[in-house]
């Protein structure tokens, strides 16, 4: 059992930065990938970022490579997301998950995933 909480949303312009964190307790997260997606009102959830167990793989959804950044400290059971370059489409909800299988498979279905946070809103202003 895991729990996972999102910290770090809010309101910036564009142009700007965040940067998110997620927090997991219960277990420790260090063998499983971790991922973040978000969701727009009226849209499907969406893949964003996913990191392997030891970050040693990262993947990223085309719409944000280049500005965003995932990275995880095994050591303080922690996942953040380092957004910057921040556009309006970039506004959501956004989310972090864990699979505890730890394979780094099909890592941009949400499906695959176990363990999910309750999100934190970003809004990006124009």
């Known amino acids: 059992q895991v729990q996972l909480v999102e910290s770090g949303g809010g309101l910036v312009q564009a142009g700007g930065s965040l940067r998110l964190s997620c927090a997991a307790s219960?277990?420790?997260?260090?063998?499983?990938?971790m991922g973040w997606f978000r969701q727009a009102p009226g849209k499907e959830r969406e893949f964003v970022a996913a990191i392997s167990w030891n970050g040693g793989i990262a993947s990223y959804a085309d719409s944000v490579k280049g500005r965003f950044t995932i990275s995880r400290d095994n050591a303080e059971n922690t996942v953040f997301l380092q957004m910057t370059s921040l556009k309006p489409e970039d506004t959501a909800v956004y989310y972090c998950?864990?699979?505890?299988?730890?394979?780094?498979?099909?890592?941009?279905?949400?499906?695959?995933?176990?363990?999910w946070g309750q999100g934190t809103q970003v809004t990006v202003s124009s």
């Open positions: 219960g277990r420790t997260i260090s063998s499983y990938t």
């Open positions: 998950t864990a699979d505890v299988r730890g394979l780094y498979y099909s890592i941009r279905d949400p499906s695959n995933y176990d363990y």
